[in-house]
C-alpha cells in the first residue's frame, strides 16, 4: 500500500506565504516538504530511533532546477510509504514488544475551544491538547521526537548522516538568503510584513443621508467603521513591537555558546503524528488517564525548516501548553537535558536562555499573520476566520504581550 501526495495550494505560516497560488510558487513549496520529509529521516535513522517518517519513493519535480520551475508545469505530487494501521509498522515484533495503531483515538481528543494563556480560544480546524494533558503530551514529544534529532545535530564532529546528502536539503530548508532561520531574521521577516501591509483609510459615512438609512444599515457601517479604526491600531502598534524585539534582541544573542541550527519540524500537534499503543485501543477500558501514547510517525512536513532550536521549543511551549506555567516547565525542561548532554560530551555550556525574549518573538509572528489573513494576502488562511474572529486574536495577543512587560501593547477598548 502507498499514499499519494498531490500539492494543490499550501500556506508556509512560520516563514509566512509570500507566494500566490501559481503552480511554480505551490511547487516551491513541495520541494521544502519532501525536503523535510527526506532529512528527517536520515537523521532518525542515523540516531536508530523507533520513530519514523514516511519514506519518499518518487517526487515529480526531484529533478527539475528551481530556475525551470514555471506555472505550466504540471502540480507536483509524490509518492510514499504508507505507516498506517495496516502497514508493516504495526505488524512485527519491536523488541519482544506488539505496536498497536491508536486509530487516531488520541488527535479525536483535542478540544476546539481552550483556556490558552490566560483566554478562552476557539480553534476553527483540529482543536489543541486538553489542558490537564498538555505538559506531559509536550514532554514526550521532546523526548522522543525533539531532542533526538537536536542532541545529533548539535554534535556536528559525531553526525552519522553523509552530509553530501543532508547539505542539499539543509540549503533548501533554510530562510531565502540561504542561512538557517534565527531570531534575528524571523524580525526582518516581520518588518517585511508590516511594509508590505495596506494602511487603511478611515472614511465617514458619505452616499445618502442617514435620515434615509435604516438602524440596522447604520449599525452595520458605524461596526465597520469601529473595526476600521481598531485594524488601524492593531498595524501600528504591530510596527512598534518589531522596534521593540529589534530593541531586546541583545539579550538572545548574550548566551555564550551559540545554538547550532538544527531541522524544525514546527508543528508537533497530534493529527500530525501517528502513535502506538501496547494494548489494542479496542480493548482498552475507559479511563481518564493522562497518559500520552508513543509517537510511530510524524507526517506533514510542510512547515519543516533549518532552524535555531528555540523555534521548536517555543511552538511546543506556545501551541501546545496551555499557560505560563506549563510553557516555563517544558522549557526548563529542555535547558536541563541540553545542559546534561553537553556536560556527557564535553562541548561545554550550551546555554538556552529565557523563555520571554521567544514568547515575544513568537507573539509578534502571530500578529503578523493574522494580519496577512485580514488583507487576504496569506491564502487560504483568510477564509477560516472572519474579521471580528481576526481583530479579536491580535487583542488576545496584544493583551499577552502586556503580560510579558509590553506596556504600550494594551488593547484599544483597555486604554
Known amino acids: 500500500m502507498l499514499v499519494l501526495r498531490i500539492w494543490r495550494g499550501s500556506a508556509r505560516w512560520w516563514n509566512f506565504n509570500r507566494t500566490s497560488y501559481s503552480n511554480a510558487d505551490v511547487a516551491s513549496l513541495a ?55 495496516l502497514s508493516h509498522y504495526f505488524h512485527q515484533q ?77 540549503k533548501t530548508l533554510s530562510n531565502k538568503h540561504g542561512q538557517a532561520h534565527d531570531y534575528h531574521s524571523m524580525i526582518q521577516d516581520c518588518k517585511e510584513v508590516a511594509q508590505r501591509l495596506i494602511i487603511l483609510n478611515i472614511t465617514p459615512i458619505n452616499g445618502s443621508s442617514a435620515s434615509s438609512r435604516s438602524s440596522q444599515e447604520l449599525d452595520c457601517q458605524l461596526r465597520d467603521i469601529d473595526d476600521d479604526k481598531r485594524l488601524l491600531w492593531q498595524k501600528n502598534i504591530f510596527q512598534q513591537c518589531i522596534q521593540q524585539l529589534e530593541l531586546e534582541y541583545r539579550e538572545v544573542r548574550l548566551p555564550p555558546s551559540h545554538l547550532p541550527p538544527v531541522l524544525c519540524h514546527c508543528d508537533l500537534q497530534p493529527q500530525n503524528l501517528i502513535f502506538w499503543t501496547e494494548e489494542p485501543p479496542w480493548s482498552a477500558s475507559e479511563s481518564t488517564s493522562l497518559d500520552i501514547p508513543n509517537v510511530a510517525c510524524i507526517l506533514d512536513w510542510e512547515e519543516a525548516s ?24 517544558v522549557w526548563i525542561y529542555y535547558v536541563n537535558r541540553v545542559a546534561a548532554w553537553a556536560s556527557a560530551h564535553g562541548i561545554g555550556s550550551m546555554d538556552v536562555g529565557r523563555i520571554e525574549p521567544w514568547l515575544k518573538l513568537e507573539a509578534v509572528h502571530s500578529l503578523a499573520i493574522l494580519l496577512l489573513q485580514t488583507q487576504n494576502l496569506s491564502g487560504r488562511g483568510a477564509q477560516w476566520e472572519d474579521k471580528a474572529n481576526l481583530l479579536s486574536k491580535m487583542d488576545r495577543e496584544f493583551s499577552r504581550l502586556t503580560t510579558l512587560g509590553w506596556e504600550f501593547c494594551k488593547p484599544l477598548q483597555e486604554h
Open 31 to 85: 520541494i521544502k516538504e519532501v525536503s523535510g520529509y527526506i532529512a528527517a529521516s536520515l537523521i532518525l535513522d542515523a540516531v536508530s530511533s523507533e520513530v519514523i517518517v514516511p519514506q519518499l519513493l518518487y517526487f515529480s519535480h526531484a529533478n527539475i532546477p528551481a530556475s525551470k520551475q514555471h506555472p505550466d508545469l504540471m502540480s507536483p505530487w509524490a509518492i510514499f510509504s504508507f505507516h498506517g494501521e
Open 94 to 170: 519491536h523488541h519482544q514488544r506488539k505496536k498497536y495503531h491508536d486509530q487516531g483515538t488520541f488527535a479525536k481528543q483535542m478540544v476546539k475551544v481552550r483556556h490558552e494563556f490566560g483566554f478562552n480560544e476557539p480553534h476553527p480546524r483540529h482543536g489543541r491538547v486538553s489542558v490537564d494533558r498538555a505538559l506531559p503530551y509536550a514532554l514526550k514529544i521532546l523526548d522522543e521526537v525533539v531532542l533526538p534529532i537536536h542532541y545529533h545535530l548539535f554534535h556536528r564532529h559525531y553526525n552519522l548522516v553523509n552530509q553530501d546528502d543532508l547539505s542539499p536539503l539543509i
Open 306 to 329: 533549518w532552524a535555531d532550536p528555540r523555534f521548536e521549543l517555543i511552538l511546543l511551549c506556545r501551541k501546545v501548553c496551555a499557560n505560563m506555567e506549563q510553557a516555563t516547565s
